[in-house]
């Protein structure tokens, strides 16, 4: 089966989740300068999130690329992680409503967690689809970021019951993680490709 | 007429349905565990209804893969199902926020039988564009599960007027029909479209 | 110039249009099927609206399936038209709200009007570019259904001044005249592409 | 890596925003002509950020059209653009709710300012990729227009703080500037096309 619908799909609902967080910027009353303050803790949970999905298209669109074909379970498996990818506006918007206290913290960050586990799901279905030898299978390798990122979230929800900032600032730590791309990875896929069209 | 747009434009209209349902899960005021609680029923509807929008891509998805070329009852007969499918949020929404109470339940069952029957006669006016003994019409064949669902989804509307559970039971008994793959299908497409391919 | 991303945005945005409308569908407070009734304005304008929508995106899909490049004109005349397609939802939502009075009705025409305009503008840009003599230029004819259409909207808006009634029945029946597939423009399409391809 | 997806991800960010700045004007509860006045200074500023986010998308579509390929740095230079002009429905919204009062209008020019930032250090980025030397570098130029908007929105900010109608004044000055299409880029880039197709 084709994968350019699900690449449009997936594109569709990551565009419209990174989107519809500005709403939660809800427009002040008030024309001061002052009047913008107490939207900071809002703003700031955007720019968190935005990097987050923006963190997840990248790596969805660079997994994609080294995909050839896909089945009804990789579909399923697509769509569990956007369904946990679509919570992440309502979870933005309590934490930065509530001014980063411990249980929208704790949520927030149960939230990016399941998140990590949808995606380590896509990326097994997806090789024991492609086959353990794919060139996917050796693109990805042990998926040691994915691992360690989970390891952290853990961390990170049981350290925001101390105080809710040591578990915002490992969510910061995680993006910090996959912000730096993976040349790796990237070479790679583009030594694999060069496999496939040319040798 | 090419497919392409259609497809596009029906995953645009279906990213954004199944996004915008989100919205309705309104941020609470309190920052307690407890503020969540209130968002159960709002919660579990969510997640049925993202199941069904995620049931109608997946076989949308499928049955326009076998599909060659669209003409204008194509275009329309899509739309009529992109309509009921837009007022599923609506439903969604009303059904959550009154607990699962009669009425609502009944809606939601009414807006699943017309989504029901919109696809089935956007089946069969594909089937009758490209012919009864075409690979798409074999494919399709008797499109026995939607007939199916569409027994169920009368028999739970009538059911809610017992009790409104038992209707909503039945909606998840639906939803886990679907869910499974229809493997058979499947293979169905996969084989035709070796036979186009290469035979 | 490619066309690709003009039928991309133009999706896309349209498919926004023709969902956010839902939105005002504002889910009501009670569970009773009375608290259901005050909808029915705003449901019906939807509907109307819906079926509008669907219209345009059908002539575009129709028109830029005849188109073999664009230029900067023709992206500026498409966003004049996605400008004031994207006010239907505003005005739609307050005729329905308004139970149909005058000046949102007769609001609704001008948007309306000003649609058909913007429609038909961007029909001269592409067949200035095209060339008088081009397939496109001989596919859309006299476009004396838009022609039509922009008098019946002029009409309409009169005679909302009258009754509010008689400009909602006019919008109806350009929606019946757009409805009515034009089986003579698919040919000369569909001829054109065999001149085309096979000539 | 290819760019089809990048295309695909901007153009549905672009339309969701284009398209959400239009639910802030909100739905007024009188049905009388009088009841829209109040709306107005919104329409406005709505009109403007709407030809800004449409002169946006028409040079990324140009820009991308010379692109042949990205890499991860592309992807999150591309990302940062879109993470500035999703902040221009929140200020749209704020400065035309205050009747274009002194701080909205530096805020709003202010996010025009990071987007011309924006979009300058994507342009930076891609002829980086693309060497010095590359038909899309050449097609750039030196990016003229792209400098003086940077130095009139500094301009603007800083006589917003005389007159807020002074900024606006200059807002509209830059758009009109990108408005009119360039059509020495627009050549240089039929005659790349032309030496690489051709030559």
Redesign the interface.
């Given at each position: 089966?084709?994968k350019g619908?699900?690449?449009?799909?997936s594109?569709?609902?990551?565009?419209?989740?990174?989107?519809?967080m500005?709403?939660?910027?809800k427009?002040?009353h008030g024309?001061?300068?002052e009047?913008?303050k107490p939207l900071l803790p809002v703003f700031l949970s955007y720019?968190l999130s935005?990097i987050y999905i923006?963190i997840y298209?990248?790596n969805h669109?660079?997994m994609l690329?080294a995909v050839r074909s896909v089945?009804?379970?990789v579909?399923?498996a697509n769509?569990f992680l956007?369904?946990w990818l679509?919570?992440i506006?309502?979870v933005t918007?309590?934490m930065g409503?509530?001014h980063f206290?411990?249980?929208?913290v704790v949520?927030y960050g149960l939230v990016l967690l399941m998140n990590a586990i949808a995606y380590s799901i896509l990326v097994k279905v997806l090789i024991y689809h492609h086959g353990e030898n794919s060139l996917l299978a050796k693109a990805l390798g042990s998926d040691l970021k994915g691992k360690i990122s989970i390891g952290i979230y853990i961390t990170a929800i049981g350290a925001s019951f101390i105080h809710a900032w040591f578990g915002f600032a490992l969510y910061i730590l995680v993006a910090c993680i996959w912000?730096i791309?993976d040349r790796r990875i990237?070479n790679k896929i583009t030594d694999s490709n060069k496999i496939n069209y040319n040798g």
């Open positions: 089966m084709d619908r699900l690449e449009a799909f594109d569709g609902v990551l565009a419209i989740i990174i989107t519809i500005v709403l939660e910027l427009v002040p024309d001061s300068f009047a913008l720019v935005f923006g298209w990248n669109h660079h690329h089945t009804g379970s579909l399923w769509l956007l369904f679509s919570l506006p309502f918007a309590w409503e509530n206290s411990k249980w929208p949520c912000f791309p990237e």
